[in-house]
């Protein structure tokens, strides 16, 4: 692995990010990453978070048009509660601050305490859960659906909505309705492995794929061998449009793992898109890469969001991020 030693390497990795951010603020020591001319007077701040290892999500999306700040925990761990209370109080303009939890326990449980500790500070405070995975009910992280994919659709849209001067209320019910109206499934080619054990955190034998993985390596559906993009993106499709009846047109999310490359997710789009066209369901806006990583796993998820006509104009209104942006 391209480290120093693995007890280092998250706050290496922020050391490196504010080098080549100016725009952002990173406290390496209490590990808060905060867009540097925060607080803006009059707007609703978002601050999400999660363990880190998923890069860019989520210290990749702060800045105009999507998060306030963004807490990192070290690798695929939560972060703790004094963070996040450090990063709504950075970013609070009194406005409120809207928590965007996916739904993993140590998330829920952190952001939630932090919550709390936040009002007791005269911060109001509104929390959305991102729970799209619709591999799996239950795993080994969490009670109910898994927050994956949606994650980056929540953030973009209630952004901009917090960015147009919209009020908690209204920024907290748009991150609801994108929520309710997303689903993912994911599929891993390979096994990831974390700096701290440097060897695959879960047996995925060559020639066999996992589908429905979860984005820390957790077990999905079932394993197969291996399968062709085409037949992927037939089995994860159906299985988002299983859950998801869209009668309006979709936002697509065509995310890698991270380390599959873009050669490969886009021919994967094709067969996405294919897909979608023999479903009949329209597609709005597409966007592929690397957004919601797991390490150096090997595979793929799809995000389907349904929009209507305001959510689309939040798609496109401007953001300015490290990993996101356009129309500034």
Same mark, same amino acid.
């Given at each position: 692995m391209l480290i120093n030693v693995a007890e280092t390497v998250v706050a290496d990795a922020l050391r490196g990010m504010a080098a080549a951010h100016p725009e952002l603020t990173v406290d390496v020591e209490n590990r808060v990453v905060v867009r540097a001319d925060a607080p803006v007077a009059g707007k609703?701040?978002?601050?999400?978070?999660?363990?880190?290892g998923?890069?860019?999500?989520?210290?990749?999306?702060? $800045?105009?048009?999507?998060?306030s700040a963004a807490c990192p925990g070290e690798v695929f761990t939560s972060p703790v509660p004094d963070q996040?209370?450090?990063?709504?109080?950075?970013?609070?303009?009194?406005?409120?601050?809207l928590f965007v939890v996916k739904n993993y326990t140590g998330d829920v449980l952190n952001f939630d305490m932090a919550a709390e500790l936040a009002e007791d500070e005269g911060i109001q405070v509104a929390k959305v859960?991102?729970?799209?995975?619709?591999? #799996?009910?239950?795993?080994?992280?969490?009670?109910g659906r898994r927050g994956t994919g949606a994650t980056l659709f929540v953030e973009k849209l209630a952004g901009a909505a917090a960015e147009a001067g919209m009020p908690l209320e209204r920024v907290e019910a748009v991150a609801r309705r994108v929520n309710?109206?997303?689903?993912?499934? $994911?599929?891993?080619?390979?096994?990831?492995?974390?700096?701290?054990?440097?060897?695959?955190?879960f047996d995925l034998p060559a020639g066999e794929l996992e589908l429905g993985v979860g984005i820390h390596g957790e077990p999905g559906r079932e394993r197969r061998p291996m399968m062709t993009s085409g037949e992927i993106a037939d089995f994860a499709v159906h299985a988002v449009l299983e859950d998801l009846d869209p009668r309006n047109p979709v936002l697509v999310l065509v995310n890698g793992m991270g380390a599959t490359p873009l050669l490969?997710?886009?021919?994967?789009?094709?067969?996405?898109?294919?897909?979608?066209?023999?479903?009949? #369901?329209?597609?709005?806006?597409?966007?592929?890469?690397n957004y919601v990583t797991s390490l150096d796993m090997a595979g793929a998820s799809v995000t389907l969001c349904q929009i209507d006509e305001e959510l689309l104009r939040l798609?496109?209104?401007?953001v300015r991020t490290p990993a996101l942006r356009w129309g500034m």
């Amino acid at each position: 692995m391209l480290i120093n030693v693995a007890e280092t390497v998250v706050a290496d990795a922020l050391r490196g990010m504010a080098a080549a951010h100016p725009e952002l603020t990173v406290d390496v020591e209490n590990r808060v990453v905060v867009r540097a001319d925060a607080p803006v007077a009059g707007k609703v701040a978002l601050v999400s978070g999660g363990g880190s290892g998923h890069e860019p999500l989520h210290g990749g999306f702060v $800045g105009p048009g999507m998060l306030s700040a963004a807490c990192p925990g070290e690798v695929f761990t939560s972060p703790v509660p004094d963070q996040m209370v450090r990063a709504a109080a950075a970013v609070d303009s009194g406005a409120g601050v809207l928590f965007v939890v996916k739904n993993y326990t140590g998330d829920v449980l952190n952001f939630d305490m932090a919550a709390e500790l936040a009002e007791d500070e005269g911060i109001q405070v509104a929390k959305v859960l991102v729970n799209d995975d619709v591999a #799996v009910t239950d795993s080994l992280y969490t009670a109910g659906r898994r927050g994956t994919g949606a994650t980056l659709f929540v953030e973009k849209l209630a952004g901009a909505a917090a960015e147009a001067g919209m009020p908690l209320e209204r920024v907290e019910a748009v991150a609801r309705r994108v929520n309710d109206n997303s689903r993912s499934f $994911g599929v891993a080619l390979s096994p990831c492995s974390t700096p701290a054990k440097g060897s695959p955190t879960f047996d995925l034998p060559a020639g066999e794929l996992e589908l429905g993985v979860g984005i820390h390596g957790e077990p999905g559906r079932e394993r197969r061998p291996m399968m062709t993009s085409g037949e992927i993106a037939d089995f994860a499709v159906h299985a988002v449009l299983e859950d998801l009846d869209p009668r309006n047109p979709v936002l697509v999310l065509v995310n890698g793992m991270g380390a599959t490359p873009l050669l490969e997710l886009y021919g994967f789009n094709a067969e996405v898109q294919r897909v979608l066209g023999e479903r009949g #369901v329209a597609v709005a806006r597409t966007l592929v890469g690397n957004y919601v990583t797991s390490l150096d796993m090997a595979g793929a998820s799809v995000t389907l969001c349904q929009i209507d006509e305001e959510l689309l104009r939040l798609w496109d209104a401007p953001v300015r991020t490290p990993a996101l942006r356009w129309g500034m």
